[in-house]
């Protein structure tokens, strides 16, 4: 749809800048090839460098599959919910205790099948409210979990379990296993949502009422969703437990549902690309001011509070933003904001 | 053994989760607004109530002064919030909005981190209100009277302000028919800021009371606001009354477990409120109409 607004009229103007960073998209194709380029020589650098790759990048990618799989959720599905922790939690508690006994790959898996049937079971009951009551069951589920692994010896308890990669798994084809899950669950949620599925999904999203009058099991396809974002965050959380060696309780606390939530609307949720840019910026963000030290909350909750007021739809709509307010400028007519509005 | 005590101190515990959440249910009801930061209401209340008696040998007379005091001081916040903050909120989508107010909790909680630091700080019982007194045949903890107390007064002084107050009405008008009370020209950002005072007000309280009986955490925020919440769906987004039948519920539940099965005893309370969410979606006493999506 962008491309056709490439061949709208150009009036020109005093403002023309405005005009060609706004309707001539050539510069955001070249921007996304010179990205692309990028990405793979850094992938491939570090997977052939002696040193390990970086820890603190892995953990980035780690947060893009998360916000990923609850953006499923937030973004795609309305859906809002608060106990996603409980699949990732879930995920990693998996990973460590079957990693003794499996190779890598069985042990990712069983992973994302365990979060799979557990955000299934889960689903069958929660998935029948919505709104504030869904995020409510989703988040004692999760508040649940979290109480049973803190207090079960079979899980380590407080304490946690330790999740070591296998002796024969360098860090550097570890890190190749990170980049490939974090890929191909972001290609999951993209090719899901251009299927008959995907598209049904959005429709109920947009109206629910029209589309269950139009004979549609809205039930079926939020449920749908709902396990596929359970298994992505089982994945997510997988992949966690081994870059950081270790699994607590604390995967499994409320306050790591809402964390890629933040990532999500950070980003902007009704775009593919928005969970990718919030869980970059936000964890970039806080490392940069440090987990540990006491303004980290006060610089996490300034930025969300700022971006949600200033810029509802995310840091992804910065470029509609200008376009809105550099129309305002050029005051060319309604045509103007309408297209702003249709980007 | 005898139930006796754990009931006493169920309802007790009960009655400081119904001084959160009262605030937040009513203001529900009059925005459709849900606080996250509510939360951190209730443990400014009691770092503040830490700073005004920490020195002092303490009575209970005094703790209810520095109670009071907290609970204005927190009434401040709640309405500064409110001016600069939510009322930005009200009309974004509700995830949004929730959001929102989740980046004011981290915010102010981040905040308590600063200005009290990490480590836990304690107030202790005031004197005379720290053993057991025995009703009939049983010992039940003095402290727990006090907070029934406390709470049998804020639903009567709720009540009246509910029932017999312009403020009141305005209010229930908000959470029966929100459009038709606008168009009859009731100014929502008073009626909202307002709501919030109060609830801040017992919020603070509530953080107060509930000084002696915790420690005093950066992390109380977040911990205690899920189980408000809690209190405030199962009883029915928006009614009053359902979070105090929410509130004793949850509370007597929890302290009954936690006597005779301790190792389940947070679980039980999350089991609760899950069990009536899926059953009664609505809570006990609200109204599926109200919930938003």
Known sequence: MSGKLTKAPTTGGPRSWSRWFTTDRRWVKMLWIAAAVLAIAYVVTQATSETPPSFFVEIVLVQVLYAMSVNILIGYAHLPSFGQAAFFGTGAYAAALTIQGVPLYASLFLAVAVSGILALLLGLLAVRTSGITFANVTLAFGQMLYLIAANSDLVGGENGLLASLPSQVSPQSFWLVIVGCVTAGCAVVWWMFRTPTGETILAIRDNPERASSLGISTFRYRLTAFVVAGALAGLAGALYAFATGIVTADTLYWTRSGEPIIMCLLGGSKKFFGPIIGAVALTTLLQQVGQGSTSYLIYVGGILLIVLILLPQGLLSIPARIRQISSRWTSSGPSDTTKAAAL | ?293
């Open chain 2, 1 to 293: 053994m005898n139930v006796l005590p754990s009931i006493v101190s169920g309802l007790g515990d009960g009655m400081l989760l119904f001084l959160i959440a009262s605030g937040l249910s009513v203001i529900f009801g009059a925005m459709r607004f849900l606080n996250f930061a509510h939360g951190a209401f209730f443990a400014i209340g009691g770092y503040l109530t830490y700073n005004f008696l920490s020195n002092l040998q303490l009575t209970p007379v005094l703790l209810i002064g520095g109670a009071l005091l907290a609970g204005l001081g927190v009434a401040v916040l709640a309405y500064v919030s409110e001016v600069v903050v939510f009322r930005r909120l009200y009309k974004l989508p509700p995830i949004d909005s929730l959001l929102g107010t989740y980046a004011l909790l981290l915010l102010l909680e981040g905040a308590i981190l600063v200005v009290w630091g990490p480590n836990s700080l304690s107030v202790p019982y005031p004197k005379g209100l720290n053993s057991t007194v025995r009703i009939g045949s049983v010992d039940v903890p003095q402290y727990s009277l006090l907070l029934i107390a406390v709470g049998v007064i804020v639903v009567v002084a709720m009540t009246l302000l509910l029932y017999k107050t312009s403020l009141g009405l305005e209010v229930r008008a908000l959470a029966e028919d929100r459009t038709m009370t606008q168009l009859l020209g009731v100014n929502i950002s008073g009626v909202s800021a307002k709501v919030m005072l109060i609830g801040g007000f017992l919020a603070g309280i509530g953080g107060a009371l509930a000084a002696p009986t915790i420690a005093l955490t950066p992390d109380l925020a977040t911990s205690f606001i899920i189980q408000a919440f809690a209190v405030v769906v199962v009883g029915g987004l928006g009614s009053f009354y359902g979070a105090l039948i929410a509130a004793v519920v949850l509370g007597v539940t929890q302290s009954v477990v936690v006597t005779y099965l301790p190792s389940v005893s947070g679980i039980a309370f999350y089991a609760t409120m899950f069990a009536i969410l899926l059953f009664r979606p609505q809570g006990i006493l609200g109204k599926s109409s109200l919930d938003i999506s």
